[in-house]
């Protein structure tokens, strides 16, 4: 029975389990955004909502915490400096998971883990609507052009 057992054990020893987390954690705060298996992805945003609350509280003890968890120093610096900052005033809730499908070697559930609000997803947002707004117009001049048809009812 697993009673009062908290986490997953993702089929690693303790010591194994810990370094993976703490990798996948670190490679989240620097890259903001990464691809994982979902069991993985799931343990990983407990340990990352942490340190986001560490680098919200921002004394020097949450400092120290993170630097510990962490496995480089430029991972503590964007998390005090960048992320925090962004997260000021959310409480929870910095990061999302979003199924990708199933991985061709072995069939496991892959995610990706990202954080909330980052600048890549809304420039990636931004490009997209420009991309549409520039077929609509592409779109409109064409049916414009054709003289047989008749012109589409404004609502």
């Known amino acids: 029975m697993r009673h009062r057992n908290y986490g997953r054990k993702l089929g690693r020893n303790t010591e194994h389990r810990r370094a993976l987390l ?3 954690v670190t ?15 799931k343990e990983a945003r407990v340990a990352a909502e942490r340190m986001i609350t560490l680098g919200k509280r921002g004394d020097l003890h949450a400092r120290r915490l993170a630097a510990s968890y962490a496995l480089s120093a430029p991972a503590v610096q964007k998390l005090f400096g960048d992320i925090a900052k962004r997260y000021e005033s959310r409480n929870g809730g910095y990061t999302r ?3 990708t499908g199933w991985r061709s070697g072995d069939g496991a559930d892959t995610a990706v883990l ?4 980052n600048k890549i997803l809304q420039q ?3 490009l997209r609507a ?4 520039r077929r609509k117009k592409a779109a409109e001049e064409a049916a414009a052009q054709q ?3 008749p012109p589409e009812p404004e609502e």
Do not use: D, M, Q, Y
């Open 147 to 149: 003289p047989g048809l």
């Open 22 to 24: 703490r990798n996948l």
């Open 130 to 133: 420009k991309r549409t707004e």
């Open 27 to 41: 490679s989240l705060i620097l890259e903001e955004r990464i691809e994982t298996t979902l069991p993985k992805a």
């Open 97 to 99: 998971i979003v199924r």
């Open 124 to 126: 990636r947002a931004e």
């Open 114 to 117: 990202e954080l909330v609000g």
